[in-house]
């Protein structure tokens, strides 16, 4: 999954509007942000398979450090810690913590059975929609749009570049998808990684976005018609 990690990041700003989407993005794309890093370090290991899934050419063989569900806990507790001290709010803090194993859950449904519960001789689980081309992709449409609904409809452009920095975001995202969709498979792993390095780019998109729209508040309950004394 791609762009329905980024969709429930979207979405997740609801829930803590003094939290930046470039924190939000973070915390639910960490395991994919960390993964290119591994790769080149030889920490981690892919094998281009074209034919693997319908979807992607990628067989995940060995990735506890990034993907297995008990690190993922780990990182979120480490990365919501890290955001309650540096920025004293704690709710803030969990939902940092939650959205980074959130990541497990929809990549869950999406792989074929790679992913460890925890590193060494873990069981490996996953549904595999990505043999299903047409559920996978629907359900990741419907986390985005449905994010993007959301986070549009609790923020509001402060300025143009509230506007143009979102706006250009979303088209970045969707090239992205349609990119890893129709595109050819990655001559190597290493051009793999370090395209996967450009994600630390959407971070950055995400917090520049944010800091340029206001949170809309909740609509106040409409006023009692005020009865004669
Ligand atoms: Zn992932």
Redo the contacts with the bound molecule.
Sequence with gaps: ?FIG?FGLALGAKTAQPRVSLGTLFLAAQF??LL?PTLLLLGLERVAIQPGITHMTPLNFEHYPI??SLLLQLVWGAALGLGYGLLRRNWRGAALVALLVPS?WLL?LLMHRPDLPLFPGHSPLLGLGLWNHPLAAQLLEAVTFFGGLASYLRHTAARNKAGVYALWSLVAFLLLIQVGNLLGPAPTSVTALAWAGQLQWLIVLWGYWADRNRAAVPAKAPAALPQLAP
Excluded: Q, V, Y
């Design positions: 999954m990690h395991a994919d993964w990034s993907h990541h990549d």
